[in-house]
């Protein structure tokens, strides 16, 4: 099967899990695409009532035209189940996110989560992470010095620019930079080291956050609990 019939089979496979009256926290990308689609279906076609909150403009953007309540984080008290995508996840359902750009306020939104379901294709499950380059989220000022102790660590940064050439912006007006790492041998220290950095926002590592992983192999969906 293709890719985005994967992405499709996990992504409406995470919805399952959505309950009447949850505050649903929506990830961001091409695979909760179909979790927030097939959400959508759920409230038009079975009347269900739930409220979300949502992890990028991009999110709310689509949610919000297909008639889902999108409400302001600050105004929920809490949320009950946050189903996103992801970039790698190893055996420890410890991942790496951020591709998408999101990984600050999908870290905020997972944090204030009661449960996380991550859905991911079969290009997602790795033994060891940093494959995928390591997206950090670097503020503007002075981020050349950031840059510089990335390099000085032998972090391999590159500062992240849009398809045209330009420099890319979070949806927070910050710059983020992926580090080439090939492979991460500790992922709590390493994570640590980075926020550490005042210039540093925050960064892709997302460790004891995923409850479940939903993702394709051998053709066939696969559920994973921490
Ligand atoms: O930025 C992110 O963490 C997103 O969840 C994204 O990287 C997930 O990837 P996908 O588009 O393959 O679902």
Redesign the pocket.
Known sequence: ETVMEEKRRVGEAAAAYIEEGMTVGL??????YFTIHKLAQLIKEKGLVVQTVSTSKQTTTLATSLGILVRDLNEVAHVDLTI????EFDSALCGI???????LF?KIVAKASDKNIWVG?SSKAVSQLGEFPLPVEVLPFGFKHTLKKFQEAELNPVLRLTSDGKTYYTDSGNFIVDLHLKKINDPKALSSWLNAIPGVIENGLFIDVADKVIFIKDNIVKEVNR
Do not use: F
């Open positions: 990830g961001t990308g091409s695979t909760v996103d995508g992801c970039d996110k951020g591709g998408g750009g999101a990984l999908e294709d």
